[in-house]
């Protein structure tokens, strides 16, 4: 149950607002801007209550108002759900900055059940509502834009095909187990084949190159094998065990639940044991977009960026545009490793959406230039395309303009988007999600961007008022 308002201030909290106890000037501006933004909350109330068939009903839960504040409270300050409640709990301050207030603070699992009832869809579109209040409030007016792309790594270990063959046979058979305990008659027929695939993952790892070239064929067949008997003896268990039920229905319902997480784990094993004998078994170059990287995060893909110290990541790449103010008006979930010169043009047509013409100065990295993007930005408007050449021999018109004064000053600009993605992983949580689940992913990049443009929107309006005064003065 959500509820639709929130609770009535008490007593206690006038006495707190009486002696003059307040938020933080930055949180404080924040708060004020969410107040001022009643659709956002509206937004939050239709996802709390989605799938509800009377959210009207039953016992008060944690408010849509509530629910926000606390993401962006967790974002701004990079904590955890426990964190977060335990922080909460022990300020005022804070209690005031999430409307709890004087108030009972919800358990870990009650923020955690309310936040992940929000879609990433909702976030996108909040964003949008900010970056609009700052253009309403004067403080942006998009005549600058600079683009990256950066990387967000996914929860997973860094993948071969002899831990992802161990993975499979540990947790088809930890499932199996936990159905073993479940169902009254118990199941019959499953070996447990931990330790054997332990020691040949072991032996695979410890190999030296030259023990690689003689015995590495001939130990991930026999971990492809006993991967393989794992999840046939799962499969099997389960037509056997198909018209066994539990004591109860709650015992039913857990499982089913179980049955479905087995199957979708053998599933898994099928595509990981294809995938290592096709590429160790018989030499095939198997694709990137084919091979599977976890069994946990099956949405993560393998990601080459050319840099030096980090080769390979694992993750998604996410497209990021900001503005001169530091506000980060466009943010994008990519599938797979496509090419950054492919952003250039939706990212002016979703500049010229939310200001209403395209940028005088548009600037990026060499990884964005094609000639196509570059007439498409002097097509739409843009004064200064700040784009340097990508390979090939330069003419000497192209020669001039990258020496020019304001070229240069131009990628001076571009370089501070690079200072706005290190804050957003050290400071915002989005170097590395925890969280399970594609949706949950994008769920966290929004929430970053969210937090970094509310607390930029913060700063400025707080410059703007000392100026102000000292004008006045």
Avoid at 135 to 164: A, C, F, M, N
Avoid at 339 to 368: I, N, Q
Wanted: hydrophobic fraction near 35%; charged fraction near 30%; proline fraction near 3%.
């Amino acid at each position: 149950m959500t509820r639709i308002a929130d609770p009535q201030i008490s007593f206690a909290d006038l006495e707190f607002i009486i002696q003059g106890v307040d938020l933080d000037p930055i949180l404080k501006k924040v708060s004020e801007l969410l107040d001022s933004c009643p659709k956002i909350v509206e937004m939050v109330r239709k996802d709390l209550e989605w799938g509800l068939k009377k959210p009207h009903t039953g016992r008060a839960g944690i408010t849509p108002a509530q629910t926000l504040r606390s993401l962006i409270l967790m974002r701004v300050k990079n904590w955890d759900y426990r964190e977060l409640r335990e922080r909460i709990n022990d300020g005022y301050t804070l209690r005031a900055f999430t409307h709890f207030r004087s108030k009972p603070v919800p358990k870990v699992d009650a923020f955690n059940q309310a936040i992940i009832k929000l879609r990433p869809k909702t976030l996108e579109v909040i964003n949008d509502l900010v970056v609009q209040a700052s253009v309403d409030l004067g403080l942006e007016d998009g005549k600058k834009l600079r683009v990256d792309t950066t990387v967000t790594e996914t929860d997973i270990h860094h993948p071969t095909d002899s831990t992802l063959l161990w993975d499979v046979v540990r947790v088809v058979t930890r499932l199996i187990g936990r159905l073993a305990e479940a169902l009254p008659r118990g199941i019959r027929g499953f070996t447990c084949r931990n330790r054997s695939a332990r020691r040949r993952m072991q032996e695979i790892q410890r190999m030296s190159l030259k023990e690689r070239h003689e015995q590495q064929k001939d130990k991930y067949g026999q971990l492809i094998q006993i991967t393989e008997q794992v999840v046939a003896n799962a499969r099997q268990v389960l037509k056997n065990t198909e018209h066994q039920r539990g004591r109860d229905v709650l015992d039913d319902l857990a499982i089913d639940d179980l049955r479905r997480k087995i199957e979708h784990y053998c599933g898994l094993g099928d595509r990981v044991v294809d995938q290592a004998r096709r590429r160790v078994l018989q030499g095939e170059q198997v694709s990137a977009d084919a091979k599977i990287y976890s069994i946990f995060e099956t949405h993560t893909a393998l990601i080459k960026r050319g840099k030096v110290e980090k080769p390979i990541e694992f993750g998604h790449k996410i497209f990021l545009a900001e503005s001169s103010g530091g506000l980060i008006t466009e943010y994008r979930v990519l599938e797979g490793n496509p090419s950054d010169h492919l952003h250039v043009k939706p990212s002016l047509e979703r500049h010229k959406k939310t200001f209403g013409c395209a940028p005088d100065l548009y600037s990026s990295d060499r990884g964005f230039f094609s000639e196509a993007n570059i007439r498409a930005c002097q097509d739409a408007g843009v004064k200064l395309v700040c784009i340097p050449q990508r390979g090939g021999k330069r003419t000497p018109q192209r020669e001039a303009l990258e020496k020019s004064a304001h070229f240069k000053q131009g990628q001076r600009f571009r370089a501070g988007i690079e200072g706005r993605i290190s804050v957003l992983f050290r400071g915002r949580g989005m170097k590395r999600c925890r969280a399970k689940g594609s949706e949950r992913f994008e769920m966290l990049v929004g929430a970053a961007v969210l937090a970094n443009n509310l607390l930029t929107i913060a700063h400025r309006l707080i410059e703007k008022e000392k100026r102000r005064h000292r004008q006045a003065a």
